[in-house]
């Protein structure tokens, strides 16, 4: 699994810079037949596991949020992830839990 969405990631990082329609194109020729083995694999695992496992549940979360996942193959101008979203967020949660106690003398020395 982990082979095929590194395969997925090498395609994006190929395609970047390119234009969304190119990136559509190239992601329903190459990545969409790998992520359609991955569903398929982690499909045929989960019926092969405990239901209850840890490994059930997030193969169950990945297959119900499977459209989500997939997005990119249907939009060229989605990202395979939200890896930029979540840097430029990162500071704004940092800031915040910095300043969580900073409401006091006490909580400012802290």
Same mark, same amino acid.
């Given at each position: 699994?982990?082979?095929? %969405? $590194?395969?997925?990631?090498?395609? !994006? @990082? !190929?395609? &970047?810079? /390119?234009? @969304? !329609? &190119?990136?559509? +194109? ?8 790998? #992520? *359609? ?7 045929? #695992? ?5 239901? $209850? /496992? ?16 997939? %997005?990119? %193959? &249907? ?6 992830? /939200?890896? +930029?979203?979540?840097?430029? #967020?990162?500071?704004?949660? #940092? =800031? ?10 006490? =909580?400012? *020395?802290?």
């Amino acid at each position: 699994m982990i082979e095929r %969405l $590194q395969a997925v990631y090498a395609i !994006e @990082a !190929e395609i &970047r810079g /390119s234009s @969304a !329609e &190119r990136r559509l +194109t190239t992601r329903g020729t190459r990545s969409a037949p790998l #992520m *359609e083995a991955l569903r398929t694999r982690l499909t045929a #695992m989960v019926g092969q596991l405990f239901s $209850q /496992s840890k490994l059930a549940e997030a193969i169950n979360y990945a297959l119900n949020h499977w459209d989500g996942l997939t %997005l990119f %193959l &249907r939009d060229g101008r989605v990202k395979v992830d /939200s890896n +930029t979203v979540e840097r430029s #967020m990162r500071p704004i949660a #940092m =800031g915040r839990r910095n300043s969580l106690f900073s409401g006091s003398e006490g =909580g400012a *020395e802290s």
